[in-house]
């Protein structure tokens, strides 16, 4: 697996950077669950930060976009939205997620708009914070955030086991029948090691094994299907000294497909540049970050 090379001497300049500012424990790092460390964003008082894109062709210079990415959190440090607003040619995409917790902190919902459509899913919680309940809704109104009318796509119910080393999670559909079970191998120390999940009506399951760096970091996870010995996808992280995440990298088949790149503002942690690399066509984007606006 090798990085772009000019990605590389960005990094390396940027190596003293630190800061924590993303959490990447569970590997959710550029995904659509919560990747904020909250604490770090709290102590920062940051309220939002926004950057300015450029794209790259293959062959071709980077050339910026209208358009721009902006990240906007709470007083508690949790984020509250994304927002992503991409040029195609001459039209204008705004893609937003939103996000609303109770006040232990838990998820308890995210929305999604795009083209006029808004998907939210739901969440209700145990005593041990784990989800119980999740809804999906399709919903339509003036504010993403209140919502409006709400038109019921699925609903699913969860229950748990826990023993030591063992946490086995069993989904119930619709109907209340249930349709996939889920178990998670943990270390005695509580790394997540395997986890395997079992449809039970295709008999198709889905196994993961997680990897950790000498700093017990969530260095890798790897995806099989059923009992295949390679993995048909896998995502490696990379860290520097003081165990910022700076490079997520997708395999696909064995291939590397997809890269992302963090550069971190030295002086105060936070996002300098996200570089997303698409080595299916060559194509690259640069998002350029601004100075943060803060809590006053």
């Not at 609303?100 to 914070?129: F, P, R, V």
């Not at 008999?203 to 760096?213: A, L, P, V």
């Not at 690399?277 to 984007?285: A, I, P, Q, W, Y």
């Amino acid at each position: 697996m090798k990085a772009n090379p000019i990605l590389i001497i960005i990094i390396i300049a940027c190596s003293n950077c630190w800061g924590q500012f993303i959490d990447n424990s569970n590997g959710d790092a550029f995904t659509t669950t919560p990747f904020f460390n909250t604490e770090f964003v709290k102590s920062s008082h940051l309220k939002s930060i926004k950057g300015t894109i450029s794209i790259k062709k293959q062959n071709d210079m980077f050339r910026e976009q209208k358009g721009h990415y902006a990240y906007y959190f709470n007083e508690k440090g949790q984020i509250i939205t994304i927002e992503e607003i991409h040029q195609f040619g001459t039209k204008i995409d705004t893609l937003k997620q939103c996000y609303g917790y109770d006040t232990l902190g838990h998820l308890i919902y995210h929305k999604t708009e795009s083209h006029g459509a808004t998907l939210s899913t739901y969440y209700q919680y145990n005593e041990e914070g784990r989800i119980i309940l999740l809804e999906k809704y399709n919903e339509s109104g003036t504010s993403i955030t209140k919502g409006g009318d709400k038109n019921l796509l699925l609903k699913e119910h969860l229950e748990y086991q826990k023993s030591d080393s063992l946490l086995v999670k069993k989904k119930f559909n619709n109907y209340g029948l249930p349709y996939s079970t889920e178990t998670f191998i943990y270390s005695k120390e509580g790394y997540l090691l395997k986890s395997n999940e079992q449809l039970k009506m295709v008999g198709t399951s889905y196994n993961k094994h997680y990897s950790y760096n000498e700093k017990g970091l969530l260095s890798s996870i790897s995806s099989f299907y059923n009992d295949d010995k390679d993995a048909y996808e896998e995502l490696c992280f990379s860290y520097d000294l003081y165990g910022n995440l700076y490079a997520k990298h997708l395999m696909s088949m064995g291939q590397l497909t997809k890269e992302i790149q963090v550069i971190y503002n030295e002086k105060n942690y936070l996002f300098s540049y996200i570089i997303y690399h698409d080595l299916s066509n060559g194509s690259m984007e640069l998002i350029k970050f601004e100075s943060p606006i803060k809590f006053q």
